[in-house]
């Protein structure tokens, strides 16, 4: 099933904020573990997430920078 990423849910400022620095630093490893966690303990971002995870599997951090960017934008 494809992710409409313009019907996920995202969470607060705070924690996009910290996505968009793990992603400027290329840290893959710790996105897909930041977005795992989240999906984990708050269960109305789990789009969010598993749209993250998917991107960074994909090693697509410019696409996944430019919805981050915009979900920030949008708060």
């Known amino acids: ?9 995202t ?3 705070d924690e996009l904020t910290a ?4 992603i ?8 897909q573990q930041q977005a795992k ?18 991107l960074s599997e994909h090693f697509q951090l410019k696409k996944l920078r430019q919805f981050i960017q915009n979900a920030i934008a949008e708060k």
């Open 1 to 9: 099933m494809a992710i409409d990423a313009n019907s996920i849910v």
């Open 11 to 13: 969470p607060s400022l």
């Open 19 to 22: 996505f968009l620095t793990l």
């Open 24 to 31: 400027k630093q290329g840290n893959i490893w710790e996105i």
């Open 37 to 54: 966690q989240l999906k984990l303990e708050q269960s109305q971002y789990k789009d969010f997430a598993d749209y993250i995870i998917e």
